[in-house]
């Protein structure tokens, strides 16, 4: 038995991580160490050495990216196909036990999966059955506090109403009358899934004693960020029996907005004293600059865990910063950058951008677009998530489940077919004093004769519809019965009538979405429809369609996790927007705030750049923010600054493709330049910052000590300074 591949690329400590005997083990080390290599090593060495069957073994990670990346990591590894590895996200884990189980955990056997947009609408529909006044009691917040609960374990009948206050009182009512509607129309959302797994554990110890016996051992990444429900469902799972592998970085915690405990570290070392802990050091990622950067950032914070991390790597370049005049300014700079690193040999896709506010992408898209660089974007606006996707796979969940009836309401009247809202508030309301689905409801009024004119014949088409697209079910693969769902609706005309250039753009996604249902692979046994529209809902936001084209990637920090690229951008390194003004007045939350700017630092391998604008559009206002602390907070002798002011590309407003750069416009008639300063008799010194427009009606933005202004060159008695 050769064991050399799995022990050979590993360093001393790594590989007592990797084959420490069966006894729960704690790996904690900081970005980069190789966590998750020892866990991927690890699940090799339990295979090949104790000879622990591929079904032996649950790994959690935390992205569905992750885990499909590790899992051809240990395919590769061990030659295997990588079918039987109980490999997954916590929900996507919990999602296969929950199907798998669903009498004894008391769901229907068609259960959906609630993603946040229908929790959302879900949310309305019981507030307004409920009367309760939206205006006043915001759904988004009611869907907050809802999730907020259920990542505590926390069910409506679990919380203690108090009279005396009405907030609870009133979160509660629609907690409760939500449950009741998702168990009456076999509705899971993202929190009920481990929620009700935990619970199905506890009620059942027979099937609980099953899984113990089945897992061998259990391992997890990104252990910082669990959260309360997750790790007591870790914790039930292991019980006595099963070893666990826990890996994690107490400075990477970013998730504690969203319910993440990072005291769970902690928990766990109190929970299983046995368990071994082993530190990991030695930095493979990046170079000494950029982890020098890191660890001066990081140690800003107060009770950390403590590490420090080194590498015997070279220097590397120093971390670029540059101030951008505005955003287009700090967009146009990174695509030339871009340009630059493709010219020198560099795939795109080495390349991430990576920003704190997804609003923030599109300024940063559109450069892309101008200068033709192929890019996708991670989270955000989401393939699944967009709404031509969506409405196909309303009627997809419908031909699979006709009580579904978020994907009832979404695609009932799209495209319109005459039910307006009065019909569907008649349709709501059987529905909700009856106790049945809206589609039951539906086809009650039609028996009844209670419908009329365009309504009657538009919902008779419409189930119709969907009844015969069922009735095809068995003859048609996948990609068939989407086709003729998408043609057969007309949803495809109706989004390609739709106005500008949204229309185009939709009937390509649904023709993505065709193309993804004939790659849709699932085991034997395995109702191909379901799996999928289970998939979508999980799997939403990390997928995209062109997976296979060089492109240079974008994503939020917070999805930026795990990963690492040769060349990092970090955009809008700006107070208030990172670190972000929700958290400039708790210290808690600016202490999340610097882990996440340890984890963007963290991400670059070879090269860093930062930038900040000193005006910033977002949000549709006009911002001047300060350089943020954290770029403050890295030692000088890392960073260089980069200041283009006498070659920078015009904002786009303004710039037309190769026109030269200020030569013969009136600006630089008047002799100005972007980043000039200039004095103003009234307004007194500023620094010309943008200008858009031409001839006599050009206008300059000057940044005046008192705020940015709009003048008309031809009548603004500038001076240059
Ligand atoms: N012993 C080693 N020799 C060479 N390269 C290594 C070694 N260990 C890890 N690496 C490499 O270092 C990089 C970082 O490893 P890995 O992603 O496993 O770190 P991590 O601790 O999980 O980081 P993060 O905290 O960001 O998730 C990877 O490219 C990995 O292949
Ligand atoms: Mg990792």
Same mark, same amino acid.
């Not at 929970?271 to 800003?300: C, G, H, M, W």
């Not at 005049?325 to 700079?333: G, T």
């Not at 860093?608 to 030692?635: C, D, I, N, W």
């Given at each position: 038995m050769d064991v050399s591949p799995i022990i050979d690329p590993l360093n001393e400590a790594q590989r007592e991580a990797v084959t420490a005997q069966n006894a729960h083990l704690l790996v904690l080390a900081g970005a980069g160490s190789g966590k998750t290599r020892v866990l991927v090593h690890r699940m090799a060495w339990l295979m090949q050495v104790d000879q622990v069957p591929a079904t032996g073994l649950l790994a959690v990670t935390f992205t569905n990216k992750a885990a499909r990346e590790m899992r051809n990591r240990i395919s590769e590894m061990m030659n295997l196909s990588g079918y039987g590895l109980w490999f997954g996200t916590f929900h996507s884990i919990a999602h296969r036990l929950l199907r798998a189980h669903w009498q004894d955990a008391g769901l229907p056997e068609n259960f959906q999966v609630l993603d946040s947009d229908d929790q959302l609408r879900l949310i309305k529909r019981v507030m307004r059955d409920l009367q309760i006044d939206e205006t006043r009691w915001p759904p988004k917040q009611v869907q907050w506090f809802i999730n907020g609960q259920k990542d505590e374990g926390l069910r409506a009948d679990h919380i203690q109403d108090n009279p005396g206050d009405h907030f609870v009182s009133v979160m509660l009512k629609i907690y409760r009358q939500y449950e009741k509607q998702c168990q009456l129309s076999g509705l899971v959302d993202f929190g009920e899934l481990l929620l009700r797994s935990h619970e199905l554990w506890l009620k059942k110890p027979a099937l609980l004693g099953h899984y113990?016996?089945? =897992?061998?051992?259990?391992? @997890?990444?990104? =252990?910082?960020?669990?959260?309360?429900?997750?790790?007591?469902?870790?914790? !039930?799972?292991?019980?006595?029996?099963?070893?666990?592998?826990?890996?994690?970085?107490?400075?990477?915690?970013?998730? $504690?907005? *969203?319910?993440?405990?990072?005291?769970?570290?902690?928990? =766990?070392?109190?929970?299983?004293?046995?368990?071994?802990? !082993?530190?990991?050091?030695?930095?493979?990622?990046?170079?000494?600059?950029?982890?020098?950067? &890191?660890?001066?950032?990081?140690?800003?914070? +107060?009770?950390?865990?403590?590490?420090?991390?080194?590498?015997?790597?070279?220097?590397?370049? /120093?971390?670029?910063?540059?101030?951008?005049?505005?955003?287009?300014?700090?967009?146009?700079?990174?695509?030339?950058?871009?340009?630059?690193?493709?010219?020198?040999?560099?795939? *795109?896709?080495?390349?991430?951008?990576?920003?704190?506010s997804n609003a923030q992408s599109r300024v940063l898209e559109e450069a892309l677009l101008r200068q033709g660089i192929p890019y996708r974007v991670y989270g955000g606006l989401r393939f699944y998530d967009r709404q031509e996707i969506r409405n196909a796979l309303g009627y997809l969940r419908l031909v699979h489940y006709r009580h579904d009836d978020a994907a009832f309401e979404r695609v009932v009247n799209t495209p319109p077919r005459g039910i307006g809202a009065k019909s569907l508030g008649e349709l709501r309301e059987l529905a909700t004093g009856q106790g049945i689905s809206l589609w039951q409801a539906a086809e009650r009024l039609l028996e009844a004769g209670a419908m009329k004119g365009r309504a009657k014949t538009g919902l008779q088409q419409f189930i119709g519809l969907i009844e015969s697209l069922a009735a095809d079910q068995d003859e048609l693969d996948l990609k068939q019965l989407t086709q003729r769902a998408i043609e057969g609706s007309g949803l495809r005309d109706h989004h390609a009538n739709e106005k500008g250039e949204k229309a185009q753009a939709r009937v390509e996604n649904l023709e993505e979405l065709v193309s993804a249902m004939a790659d849709f692979e699932v085991e034997d046994g395995i109702d191909p429809l379901s799996e999928f529209i289970a998939q979508a809902a999980l799997d939403a936001g990390e997928s995209q369609a062109d997976e296979h084209q060089d492109s240079v990637q974008l994503m939020t920090l917070h999805s930026a996790k795990g990963l690492e690229f040769p060349l990092v951008f970090l955009a809008g390194v700006e107070e208030g927007l990172f670190p972000h003004s929700m958290s400039l007045e708790e210290p808690g939350r600016m202490e999340e705030e610097r882990r996440l700017a340890y984890v963007g630092i963290t991400r670059a391998m070879k090269?860093?750049?930062?930038?900040? &604008?000193?005006? *910033?559009?977002?949000? $549709? +206002?006009?911002? =001047?923010? &300060?350089?943020?602390?954290?770029?403050?907070?890295?030692?000088?002798?890392?960073?260089?600054? !980069?200041?283009?002011?006498?070659?920078?590309?015009?904002?786009?407003?303004?710039? *037309?493709?190769?026109?030269?750069?200020? %030569?013969?416009?009136?600006?630089? %008639?008047?002799?100005?330049? /972007? $980043?000039?300063?200039?004095?103003?008799?009234?307004?007194?010194? $500023? !620094?010309?910052?943008?200008?858009?427009?031409?001839?006599?009606?050009?206008?300059?933005? @000057?940044?005046?000590?008192?705020?940015?202004?709009?003048?008309?060159?031809?009548y603004a008695p500038l001076e240059k300074l």
């Open positions: 113990q016996r089945r =897992f061998q051992h259990i391992l @997890v990444d990104e =252990f910082q960020d669990t959260n309360t429900i997750q790790y007591a469902w870790l914790q !039930v799972l292991a019980g006595q029996r099963v070893p666990m592998t826990i890996v994690g970085d107490d400075d990477q915690s970013i998730y $504690g907005w *969203r319910g993440a405990r990072i005291e769970n570290i902690q928990k =766990f070392q109190q929970d299983f004293p046995d368990a071994r802990l !082993v530190r990991l050091e030695q930095n493979y990622r990046s170079t000494q600059t950029i982890l020098k950067a &890191a660890n001066a950032v990081i140690a800003n914070n +107060q009770g950390r865990l403590g590490k420090e991390l080194w590498t015997d790597g070279p220097d590397g370049e /120093l971390i670029n910063l540059y101030a951008a005049f505005n955003e287009q300014d700090e967009a146009n700079y990174i695509a030339d950058t871009i340009s630059a690193w493709v010219d020198d040999g560099n795939l *795109r896709s080495e390349a991430a951008i990576l920003y704190r090269r860093l750049v930062m930038t900040y &604008a000193e005006s *910033r559009r977002l949000y $549709g +206002q006009e911002k =001047f923010h &300060a350089l943020s602390r954290f770029v403050r907070e890295v030692p000088g002798d890392c960073i260089q600054e !980069v200041r283009l002011r006498n070659t920078v590309t015009r904002p786009a407003l303004t710039q *037309r493709p190769n026109e030269g750069l200020f %030569d013969s416009t009136p600006m630089a %008639d008047a002799g100005l330049q /972007l $980043g000039q300063r200039v004095h103003h008799p009234k307004f007194g010194e $500023g !620094v010309v910052m943008n200008c858009e427009g031409s001839g006599h009606h050009t206008r300059v933005q @000057v940044n005046f000590d008192d705020g940015a202004k709009w003048l008309v060159l031809a």
